[in-house]
């Protein structure tokens, strides 16, 4: 006699091969569903939905860079539209049209994880730019106020401007190392094994380090970024490609260093049309961190 199983109060006749079909669409099921872990996992929480700016806060400086007297436009007031959700190439973006400095921000502070996202610069220029390389910026470990001397918060940044991709620029009294090497035009460019240099504003050292690779594609072409930020390491790279590699990430707190390792993300406006796409974050372990850093 075969054996019976009840589902809704029908008997159903269980055979061997209705058997052998249960257990297929079961392990079918354990395995899609595996994939779609390590799918989510891969590709990490999106920071952005697609049709607006929820999640994001904007900061915008005022509108004539020349003009001193002139008030910020502050927290959340965007007359001209400087950030807005657009389609381009067939998927939605983040358009930062350049016009007004100033950020896009996450709400949210992050620590210990992996954010990536993809941009293309635009067309459009602004003055006081329009004769210098088109220019954003990826600000991350960001903690105080907007509307500084330095505009931006205090945070250390991803450089996101053509041809230097990858550079790293201490956005006010921020400190990290790197190991790096004096150029002919004596600026430091980083380099695995080189020594280790502390930058810091006002020091002999500065507050910026180039890049240890260009790997920017032409412009008009979607980039991608990576950044690992765990403790106080930061890796930078660009299309799969590491070209700076941050340690002991810090901050002057009423005279002290102290560990900067947490913050929020902010994007700069800074004169020049660009489109950011696919913004994610996932956390991540130490070992996560990419190999050979």
Known sequence: ???????????????????????????VSVLTAKAFGQ??????????????LTGWETYLDRPD????????????????????????DGEPAIRISGETFGAVSTLESFGNYHLQLQFKWGKQKWAPKLDQPRDSGLLFHSVGDYGSSFLWKKSFEFQVQEGDCGDYWGVMDVLAEAEAFKNEQGKYVYKKGAERITFRDKTPNGRTCLKGLDNE?????????DLYCFGGTAVHMINGKINMVLTNTRHMVNGKEEPLVRGQIQIQ??????????LT?????????????
């Open 1 to 27: 006699m075969d054996n019976i199983i009840v589902v809704k109060r029908f008997f159903i006749p269980l055979t061997y091969s209705t058997m052998r079909f249960i257990l297929l669409l079961c392990c």
């Open 39 to 52: 799918q989510k996992m891969g590709h990490g929480t999106s920071l952005f939905n697609g049709k607006d």
């Open 65 to 88: 860079q020349n003009n001193k007297d002139q008030a910020p436009l502050g927290l959340n007031n965007d007359p001209n539209k400087v950030f807005s959700v657009v389609i381009e």
């Open 217 to 225: 594609l032409k412009s008009g072409e979607w980039n991608t970024v």
């Open 269 to 278: 406006s800074e004169g020049a049309e660009v489109f950011y796409r696919n």
């Open 281 to 293: 974050v996932e956390p991540i372990t130490l070992n996560m961190l990419p190999k050979g850093i």
